[in-house]
């Protein structure tokens, strides 16, 4: 199996900039896409930000402009920074992942979640 832990998160004021990171460990042999989701109380969860194993980058429009989601490759880590954050975008990020385990084992993977906290 793959593990995914994040980190980065935390109380900020609105206007503030936050950057979280999501390191996978494993027996990985590849990870094609990675991505932040987020989940608010009481709404679905959501997806933030994607980015896939040749750096193309999708983002929710409500984000565009404002958060920069990027990857190291050579260290299976996803990050996610976060500026000029408002209230709204309060809720707990996700990280996930999707590539192979050795053997040529697929896997997704979800971390544990980062609470992201935006005061105004």
């Known amino acids: 199996q793959a593990q995914l832990v994040e980190s980065g998160g935390g109380l900020v004021q609105a206007g503030g900039s936050l950057r979280l990171s999501c390191a996978a460990s494993?027996?990985?042999?590849?990870?094609?896409?990675m991505g932040w989701y987020r989940q608010a109380p009481g709404k679905r969860r959501e997806l933030v930000a994607g980015?896939?194993?040749?750096?193309?980058?999708n983002y929710a429009d409500s984000v565009k402009g404002r958060f920069t989601i990027s990857r190291d490759t050579a260290k299976n880590t996803v990050y996610l920074q976060m500026n000029s954050l408002k209230p709204e975008d309060t809720a707990v990020y996700f990280c996930?992942?999707?590539?192979?385990?050795?053997?040529?084992?697929?896997?997704?993977?979800w971390g544990q979640g980062t609470q992201v906290t935006v005061s105004s």
């Open positions: 494993g027996s990985i042999v590849s990870i094609n896409a």
């Open positions: 996930n992942a999707a590539g192979f385990l050795r053997d040529g084992i697929p896997f997704g993977s």
């Open positions: 980015i896939s194993s040749g750096g193309r980058t």
